[in-house]
């Protein structure tokens, strides 16, 4: 899923210290309102037609008790320039969860004025240094430099995106220079663009995992001694020994190496292919098996070659007795089926991080009302994963993430293949080019040899814009241009730093987490930020029975994967 993310070097022992609570440097001076984008106007305009200015009314939601399962307890705005968070426990995580794009931060009335869908999805309005101008769909996204923005001026008059699912097309593009950026360049170009003095190569570290799941409410897969056979089935050093990019190595578990809670160590299965049949055999699986392999012909650092990758685990399945047709899926309708559990067989899939802690790996997918890819969950991972989430200290969390992590190998929900070494290029003038390790490259620190425009080509194109109801790297890389958080990631070290909060604190427990809203900012649209914006920015994905929980399927994963249950949500079907 959500396929992109974060180098982050960051320990844990860092994230600890800085969500003690973080005096963040003064606030740089306030800007003149922005002209308004057309992308926007109409919303605005009806958005000042239904909230006329008035006093500041404080909004705020609280839930009656902790028992409906989620982190939140109360979200509140003390004042215009306060927001102050309540959790049912405590979660030295939550800062850099607050800074995940995910949780970019709306103008109330443009929520309202868009009913949670529409132009909320199609134009954003943010307060980043970069304002979306037009998105002409199937083609590119053009963006223009935001000239009140709050912070430093992007270095570009203009950002442009544009998409191509082939790595050898992207690299075609740069070497012609209609292009000055591209992601992912294919695994045997990595030495091509080294050799050209016109070019320039970033890499980002394996800070994410390939793996292959399977839905256990479908048959064979309920049968957990089936999933471990073909945990056995499948050579995973082949895999990435002949298709992946130097940099890269075997999965052992699903966390990373790099990020906390990952557990030293720890084994997967051997690969076997003969035990693997015995035991398919003896479970009546074999003879005569048929299945499918799912997956999306996009390219992600994860998976860089994803149609030859599917062929060679076609032919190991074969290898076994087992005959796999393989299904190709338009990569919004892909990630969508996915995250509904719609798939049967096995299912080719990725994420890399957001931030450095085992919740964004664990609990976004293995977590108590988590993603459904994987089918029923299991009750012994959700409360080992509870516990390792309200701890406050590394030393109390680590040991219930390798409990949580033997666990996941006992009931392979999943296959662990590979932590994928991967990067982007670009040309060699463009100056402060950089590859985020989370796929969230600033585009605004980038100046492209003094041109008016900057162009990016990556894998793919959007699903849609409103970051909250998204999961796909390409759609939050492109929304993060536009878009802030309160709390924001710095390039190269992962730490975090003030965003739109230009401070915050915590109390003693991490239970209650206060936010000072940033002076002076404004929306694309003129809009000025206040704290109301960031509790209806919270609380229309938290409240399930919010008019404006919406999004444009209206799943809104991140927030139920990173702060559990939906307030309000409606009972399971």
Request: glycine share 10%; with cysteine.
């Amino acid at each position: 899923m959500r396929s992109r993310k974060l180098a982050l070097l960051l320990s844990v022992v860092m994230l600890v210290g800085l969500i003690a609570g973080c005096a963040a440097p003064a606030a740089p001076a306030s800007a003149p309102a922005a002209e308004q984008p057309a992308a926007t106007a109409e919303a605005t305009e009806a958005a000042a037609e239904a909230a006329p200015a008035g006093p500041f009314e404080p909004m705020s939601l609280a839930a009656d008790s902790c028992d409906y399962g989620g982190e939140f307890k109360s979200i509140e705005a003390v004042d215009a320039s306060t927001v102050k968070m309540t959790l049912c426990y405590p979660d030295p995580a939550f800062p850099a969860k607050v800074a995940f794009s995910a949780f970019g931060i709306n103008d109330a009335d443009y929520l309202q004025a868009t009913g949670g869908g529409g132009d909320l999805i199609e134009k954003p309005n943010g307060t980043g240094p970069y304002k979306l101008i037009e998105w002409r769909r199937g083609d590119q996204i053009i963006f223009e430099r935001n000239e009140d923005y709050w912070g430093d001026k992007a270095a570009a008059q203009n950002l442009v995106f544009r998409w191509s699912p082939e790595s050898a097309q992207r690299l075609v593009e740069l070497q012609s220079g209609t292009v000055d950026g591209i992601d992912n360049p294919g695994p045997d170009d990595f030495d091509t663009i080294k050799n050209d003095s016109a070019l320039q190569l970033a890499l980002r570290n394996g800070t994410n995992v390939f793996y292959v799941s399977m839905n256990n409410t479908n048959a064979p897969f309920d049968n957990e001694r089936v999933r471990q056979a073909f945990a056995m089935a499948i050579d995973r050093q082949r895999l990435v020994d002949n298709f992946y990019p130097p940099g890269s190595t075997v999965a052992t578990q699903f966390m990373p190496p790099s990020i906390f809670g990952y557990s030293e160590g720890q084994t997967w299965y051997d690969y076997n292919p003969e035990e693997a049949k015995k035991i398919l055999t003896e479970e009546g699986v074999l003879p005569g098996f048929k299945t499918t392999i799912t997956y999306r012909d996009v390219v992600r650092g994860y998976l860089p070659n994803p149609g030859v990758v599917a062929q060679d685990i076609q032919a190991q399945l074969a290898d076994i007795g087992v005959e796999a047709s393989i299904n190709v899926m338009e990569s919004g309708a892909f990630l969508d089926a996915a995250a509904a559990g719609e798939i049967d067989g096995f299912t080719m899939l990725g994420w890399g991080a957001d931030y450095p802690d085992a919740t964004n790996f664990l609990d976004y997918h293995f977590g108590e009302g988590a993603s459904k890819q994987f089918g029923a969950g299991f009750p012994d991972i959700w409360d080992a994963l509870k516990e390792g989430r309200t701890k406050a200290t590394p030393e109390e969390r680590q040991p219930w993430y390798d409990k949580a992590n033997e666990l996941i190998k006992q009931h392979v929900p999943m296959i662990p293949i590979a932590h994928g070494g991967n990067g982007a290029a670009f040309k060699a003038d463009v100056e402060g080019a950089y590859a985020s390790d989370i796929g969230a490259e600033q585009f605004a620190r980038m100046n492209p040899g003094g041109r008016d425009t900057f162009v990016w080509m990556q894998n793919g194109e959007p699903p849609g814009l409103y970051g909250a109801d998204e999961t796909d790297g390409e759609a939050l890389r492109a929304i993060e241009q536009v878009m802030q958080s309160l709390l924001a990631y710095e390039p190269g070290t992962g730490k975090v730093v003030p965003s739109l909060a230009s401070e915050w604190t915590a109390s003693d427990d991490l239970t209650e987490w206060t936010f000072t809203v940033r002076d002076g900012v404004k929306f694309h649209d003129g809009a000025t930020l206040d704290a109301n914006d960031v509790v209806e920015s919270y609380v229309v994905q938290w409240d399930a029975s919010n008019p404006l929980h919406v999004g444009r399927t209206g799943d809104f994963t991140y927030f139920s994967g990173l702060f559990g249950q939906f307030l309000n949500a409606p009972p399971a079907q």
